[in-house]
């Protein structure tokens, strides 16, 4: 007697009988992307406006935060100093590159997908790139493919929760699929390329965010698929911004904050492609996948993604008076040391700040200097007008006397 055995029903988005056609309603969304190209906009209409070397100076900053914030959406916490020493390196800043090759393979990685932007996207490129990523060959102490595609049989499946309770958010396709995948994603990349002075059939925008949840779905390599994607995004945004010249001087930026905006809101950002490669009917039809939820969310992050990097142009105008204030003061040595670290801890509304604020024994120890002399550094720059106090006697903190700027808390991490 024959056994009437059911197909499983397909539960993600590569299992669609219409994938990879990934769409959005493009008029509905047409208030949203209006917006973000209004806000790119600003962001380059504010770098346009300071001087060469203060643009560096964002630069540098943009490029430290994304990478911080790529890596720390996969639970990975890069040395500060690593990272600045690594992009100032790749930025023609310094001579030398940090001494992490971990570090220096992801901002080499950025560096290639935005200061190349113009170059193919191949398969080779990306097997570079995800090589890159791992100089040892190691994700932590496990071994992994790298530079290569995965082939592994098990499953590629995105997992949170204890051993023997896992939650399985998503599968990828087989490991036998992802190269003919991959042909297709990256032939509808170039394709879909913006091109100067033509009218475009895809938002760049849009496209980005089409860009990155194709390629996360995929999932084509053993480890390093978020940071890749989100590298991928960052070309993307910047082929949108060099085909659309909004009249300001674009080499001056090439960051709109996506990496630190999805970590900010990283719960929302890992519900939104869970979400959208979901198959949420039990027999799919049409011959195309609707995807407007997910470019919708992308699209906003990206809004505030320019809007953090807007409030960081303007932090270094902020601290580039400073400097020239405090330039007039007739300070000593000591006293310069403390305010550079100071400036450089940033304002604690961005999430910087000199943790807990400057007192005479941070001052000493960062000095080498007596607490007796720290204190009247300390009263002097008080003074002058170079810092403000907050608390009195022993329980003073001192924070820089930049306008707008916070304090850090003592809890603040």
Aim: hydrophobic residues 40%; proline residues 4%.
């Amino acid at each position: 007697m024959a056994t009437n055995t059911l197909a499983p029903q397909p539960r993600y988005i590569w299992q669609h009988p219409a994938w990879p056609a990934l769409v959005f309603d493009a008029v509905a969304m047409a208030p949203e992307l209006d917006l973000a190209r209004m806000e790119q906009g600003k962001l380059l209409g504010l770098l346009e406006a300071i001087g060469l070397g203060q643009a560096q100076e964002v630069r540098r900053e943009l490029w430290v935060q994304e990478a911080i914030a790529t890596a720390a959406i996969e639970g990975e916490k890069l040395n500060l100093e690593s990272v600045r020493s690594s992009v100032a390196h790749r930025l023609g800043l310094t001579d030398a590159p940090s001494h992490d090759r971990h570090v220096d393979g992801l901002v080499l990685v950025m560096q290639d997908a935005i200061e190349n932007h113009q170059s193919t996207l191949d398969l080779d490129r990306l097997c570079r790139w995800q090589s890159a990523l791992f100089p040892g060959g190691t994700s932590g102490i496990t071994r992994i493919a790298v530079g290569r595609l995965r082939n592994h049989a098990d499953a590629m499946q995105i997992v949170s929760g204890p051993l023997g309770r896992e939650v399985v958010h998503y599968e990828a396709p087989p490991s036998s699929q992802v190269t003919g995948q991959m042909e297709q994603f990256l032939a509808w990349f170039e394709a879909t390329r913006p091109t100067q002075g033509a009218a475009p059939n895809l938002h760049g925008v849009a496209r980005a965010a089409l860009a990155h949840l194709w390629f996360e779905s995929i999932h084509p390599f053993e480890d390093g698929n978020g940071r890749l994607g989100r590298a991928l995004v960052d070309m993307a945004l910047v082929q949108d911004m060099y085909a659309h010249d909004h009249g300001a001087d674009v080499s001056q930026v090439r960051v709109f904050g996506m990496a630190g905006q999805m970590l900010k809101t990283r719960a929302a950002y890992y519900d939104g492609l869970n979400t959208a490669q979901r198959i949420r009917q039990p027999k799919p039809r049409g011959a195309t996948i609707d995807v407007t939820p997910w470019v919708r969310w992308f699209v906003q992050a990206f809004v505030q993604g320019c809007r953090t990097c807007q409030t960081v142009v303007r932090q270094a105008v902020d601290k580039s008076a400073f400097r020239l204030q405090a330039a007039q003061c007739g300070l000593n040595a000591r006293q310069h040391k403390v305010l550079d670290r100071m400036l450089e801890a940033g304002n604690a509304e961005l999430g910087g700040g000199f943790l807990g604020g400057m007192t005479p024994d941070k001052y000493a120890r960062v000095t080498g200097t007596s607490k007796a002399t720290a204190t009247r550094d300390l009263t002097d720059l008080l003074a002058k007008g170079l810092l403000r106090g907050q608390g009195a006697g022993k329980a003073t903190r001192y924070a820089v006397n930049v306008p707008g700027w916070q304090q850090a808390a003592e809890t603040s991490n």
